[in-house]
């Protein structure tokens, strides 16, 4: 079966403090890992797609990184409007239907 | 429109009743998830729609729930007979089938008491 887990489950941060944030997976043919991010009272807002081990991604200080197990995002620099729930979801090869989720980092980041 | 739009965004209902929860995905998306978040807990797949095809109901939690999707666009989300352990926040996404990047909607909080 399917599996993802996040680590920590709360990491609370002092602004400009650097850290990572941790998805483990274990699926039967990657399709796609993805990092979201949500907001108290809001949806889910998507961050990244990674495909294949060895693949990174960045947008402003976020960076995603896959291997064959787990994947990272790092966070660089911090800043209290980056406080949010990161999420993580992996989609198998074989059923293209259900993003499987991990119950998500829930991030604060003081100034 | 320009994003996934769900409604009502909040729904307080009485144990028992059945309840409706409206979905209208991004124009021109043909995939549709549904999912159930719990307070503190992550997403939990409902059902899946793309294009034509049977749904994917696998993740559905008992016959009280049900959902349909009328012309490929609008979705419905039913749950009969409510009880308290639905009361959850019920999140809508869609999709493009070729990237497969699902985008939410703002969800719909529901209570039950």
């Known amino acids: 079966e399917d599996q993802v887990t996040q680590s920590p489950e709360a990491l609370r941060l002092q602004e400009g403090e650097s850290s990572s944030l941790n998805c483990s997976y274990t699926?039967?043919?990657?399709?796609?890992l993805f990092w979201y991010r949500q907001d108290p009272g809001k949806g889910p807002e998507f961050l990244f797609t990674?495909?294949?081990a060895g693949e990174e991604k960045e947008k402003e200080r976020l960076k995603a990184t896959l291997t064959k197990k787990e994947s990272f995002l790092h966070i660089t620099a911090p800043k209290p409007e980056d406080s949010a729930t990161y999420l993580c979801?992996?989609?198998?090869?074989?059923?293209?239907?259900?993003?499987?989720f991990g119950a998500g980092t829930r991030l604060t980041v003081k100034p | 429109g320009a994003g996934v739009s769900q409604s009502p965004s909040n729904k307080v209902t009485e144990k028992g009743k059945d309840v409706e929860l409206r979905c209208d995905p991004i124009?021109?998306?043909?995939?549709l998830y549904w999912y159930r978040q719990s307070l503190g807990q992550g997403l939990e797949f409902l059902i899946y729609?793309?294009?034509?095809?049977?749904?994917?109901k696998s993740g559905l939690p008992s016959d009280r729930f049900s959902a349909e999707r009328t012309g490929g666009s609008v979705s419905t989300l039913t749950i009969q007979r409510t009880q308290q352990e639905d009361s959850a926040v019920y999140l809508c996404?869609?999709?493009?089938?070729?990237?497969?990047?699902?985008?939410f909607g703002q969800g719909t909080r529901l209570t039950v008491v």
């Open positions: 996404a869609s999709s493009l089938v070729k990237d497969r990047v699902a985008f």
């Open positions: 699926v039967s043919g990657l399709r796609g």
């Open positions: 990674l495909y294949s």
């Open positions: 979801a992996v989609q198998a090869r074989r059923n293209n239907n259900d993003m499987r």
């Open positions: 124009s021109g998306h043909t995939a």
């Open positions: 729609f793309q294009g034509n095809s049977a749904p994917d």
